[in-house]
């Protein structure tokens, strides 16, 4: 319906253009709230994602408005460079991808990263290269060439699920190699609807970058039927939103990743997310020997708590933007009392969750000496 | 992530493919209850719809597989023959969107109809013609040219959304000669999310083939965020679930359109459709002069009725697959009831709902003569 | 806003007690999908809920209120006899909760049952007695002359929550006592959001009616904010929805328990709703070695299969109402083929799947010898 | 589940009163996300409901549960004076409700208002006094005595939905003694689903406090099945949250009207709570002779916007927390542009909504004079 014949003067052709560009207008942007920390903004970001360049089943416009309306900040395109099964519909053409979509992502005020994905059999497996200027110089039939060819155009490079094969995964001489090189600085901690623990140990491990992508071939709201809501992504710890500053986090390790309903990351910048999503308030000492708060989750991300500590209850679950109401008994009203708790979907390491601590100051004792009569 | 390297021997090919259609595998599919008529089976399809080979946004096999989530029964994928805005990226090949999209509507049972857009300056404007053999003859330089070709092929051959700019609307002598011609057997009286009431009154004067298509360019679960949850489309009463089936009850007319909350079309079929979606039971006279009965809808339609007459309620509005009580002063016990109603979202002709009515019988009055202490 | 001064002449309270019910005319109710079984109607019942008169929180009127609207066949209102928190304000009166309902019960179409709560400490705990005339002879001192003022009237009787205390749980003399008086003939496999694993052995190893029971005391919505949105509710397989029909299936044992999103009853019911909500079709033998086929769920229980056999996926879900493709490897298309599953979420026994075979035919050859330029 | 027998000593009793609160802690509390205006809160308030004690269905601390959950700040149980249909069960006790619903209250930080609605026929109708100490002095056989009761306890007096019965419904002598002796200093525009636009002009004409509340009877999500998914509210703009500071803005008329999707108000709240909630940003003057930039919506209430000047789409609906693209052909880039709309459901006067204006400033020019060469 929002196209016309060929033999159309040139002004129609322009106003079919601008009749499909409004599909996207009267679509609305939800923004993701997960809280900026530490004088940084918090980005959402996905830098793996696939168009009918190479296997994926979108026209690349289609990631744009994607990410548009599911409050993303920053994506790539990452079509592979050496397989491409709709080569004989869609000749190869390494940076179309990024081409077609720009126009779009500077539309929309999203941050659009020229990528690709260097594809080889496993191992070495997969990695992606971003911050390209030309993708064209990376077609190489050696992989280390590939990767000089990306480092010399100051790629940021990871490597990709690398336990997507169970029977061939592991950490071989090769990726020593591209680690020692300086070529990889990063690894995907997650991958689609996967998360593999024992990347999640290397990447503490080596010190790399922590990546969560969606990897998305199909349309993304085809995929992202899980009952969370949301594609899997990188949170950036950018100064600004601008891509040298998403570039220069990169480098600098300053990520997390949202994966379903949990977060992981380093423990600093899971410290400073728990702590700017929540707020404990309404403290009330009780004559019975309890005190009662309330714990708000300000944040998209719920909140599974689990005591270890003496006080509290033995688990608080607060969802999205909800507040709890909490009771315990505490020994005394006139000391602060320290809720020791470990947040189970806030991942430090594999299996293991982030320890916090809910300070609950002690009673506030207001004397009031003189005058009670005025009081209302 | 589910791909790998050019150099991988054939077989790996082969799993590579295998592992693309294990996302379908992980989707479910909703059948939509709207329910078989006058022996009849009641096929959900849309025969409008694009692809990268013309101007929409997804590969071919994108349209099966959410026909196949949305519950549809049968498609056909329409790209426009002249207007071809990613040419440079995409040559053109008329028949290459059928071609990619059969083995996975064959695999998911979903009946693919090959169709095409005969795309032309309003007026006359566009047409689709499905059930070709070959799009190619179609592509010619004069509109009956490709209407004949079409024909040739023994094509049904529609007009598209005929009010869409509404400044050059109308009918012309053109459509005139096309329908003379019996090229032109049917008209979109919805579009999209367009419902054209002149057309709906021309298609009821002219006696031509109700359609309603959704002409779907970006994925469809982008465009669908509709409250109602569901593309626009054509009901076709066939005799069967198969194409030739298909094929007869378009020409035969016995079709109707689901738009938004509502169902377009002749009255003989909204009629038979409220009758197999409802039912009225527990029926009960009470002493104080009134009867209670439900109403339940079976359908995935919602009921708006509007009394008409003088029994019952002044509006009853039924969700789909609930059921309402009600309550309404009636003069005896001893008569049955008519209450009649028009249904407002069932559109019988331009601003004008189905009248229906809900026959309430009268009280049954059992008389048991004899051995009434055997009753419990 | 739906009354009026004391003053008012009879005719307006009764208009004003119309009105109060119009509330409920503009609700509907949501039928439950769960299918009848060998020749049983499946009715869904709720035998444990409280009002204001005991320890509830709403008018009795509300408990069949919500009954309709959620879809309920049946339901008793089981006050307790011995605990009335709330006798200041609302003086006992132990039939009255029945009285005020049972109008609007009837004007619904909700089966009433006159029930109670019979309510001991902890060891031997509470019982609920249902089908009774009066429940004031069941007021006494003694707990066994409460079960034989109860039994008398032919009552209906089981052990409610048998786990409720942990510290004090376990089956004593006195319910051998009853158990061998024959007074209790079920027990509470499910209680509101709980279910009890050796309860469930008990009532197996006993021959104990299983009953599932939502015991709510606040508003039915307010508690029912599980994400599987129902309340935990026994059904029944009932030769009709009569009240005498439901005591003679409570007493033949004929019921199973809907708890969150899981069935729990003796095998055989299990496996008659098993094959009444399930249907395999489509089925399809490919050239590659594989057979395709669809299994849909047609009841609002989802469907969590594991694989036991060697044919088919790992593992599938089927989600209420949709359907899934499946495709699997088999050693040829000429002998038929079993699937061995275990529904997990389908308990036929504690941490105990319900083991089940989907049957996939051969594949049908028809040969037709003549005639054969006969064909479409 | 949650009671024990009456043989229980007394600390039994409390554990089990424990008991049933933690059905509350189980709940987690939405707060409505209405901002602050003008250096006031914005408190969330329903002054109308009922329970068990009159009309109603539900027990008190039940409401004072539903409102925790809702997100509201303050509530008040309005039960009927004279009107006590379940009196024979229920002995009448005005106070009751406020005594029993207090000690919940004040667990969970709602501000619970003591009231009651004196209810006579129509004409006059009822009315809410609230800010009471006592409610039985209002028992009164004349209504003017019963008004002076509460005005001797420093209530504040509103008249309860004046259009409830449309054929005696009106502005009475009664009502102008009401107004004139100040004792009706407010009134309901809106009364649970209805809006009364008649009395949309009184409150504007005669200066009353514009209140909306739910009267409701039934429990709170029962009633409350509307898609807007909130309960009719008075929006308080109070200095804090306190009783005093409720009561102080009520005399002083800064209240407005939360109901289904509109806002409903003097204009210089509707203004204000506009400006609260709406953000424009990513300005960018296009070379086309557009300008584009996004509309955020921070507030529960969606937007639908009709242009009444020259610039801009005819018109703009902002969901809920979501961002909408706008863009616009202006004249120049190098002025601002007043972007002239009215607010349909911010209703400033009945069938009138809120002229609003996005000012859209002028293409700032960055001029950088020199070392160009030290941009990236």
Redesign the interface.
Known sequence: ????????PLTVGLLL?LL??Q???A?????IQIPDISGYRTLKCDFHTHT????????P??RV??A??EGLDAISITD?I??Q??KA???T?HN?PYE?ALPRAQ???ILLVRGTEI????PPG?FNAIFLDDVKPLDTEELLDSMAAADKQGAFIWW??PD?KPDKKGWFDIHTTLYEKKYMRGIEVV??RSYYPSVHQWAIDKNLTFLGNS?I???????A?TPEKHRSMTLVFAREKTL?AIKEALVAGRTAIWFEDRLIGLPKYLQALFEASTEVS?INYMENGSV?F?L?NHSDVPLDLERTGKLG?KSIQ??P???????ARVPSSESPHPFEYVVRNYLAAPDQGLAVTLEIPAQITIEIEVETEAQ?
């Not at 933007?321 to 009771?327: E, G, K, S, Y």
């Open positions: 319906m929002r196209c016309d014949s060929r033999r159309l253009a499909a560009t599909t996207l207008f679509q609305t942007r939800q923004e009918v360049f190479s296997d994926g089943a979108v026209w416009t289609v408005d994607e548009w309306r592979h050496e397989y099964p709709h519909d869609v000749p053409n179309r077609i539309a929309l005020g594809t080889r059999d496993t997969h990709n699920h997507w991958n689609g990897d071939h199909a349309p993304s709201m085809l995929e039927s040298p309404d009662r309330t708000e209850p607060v969802p933007h909800a507040v709890r109401l909490i009771q209302n």
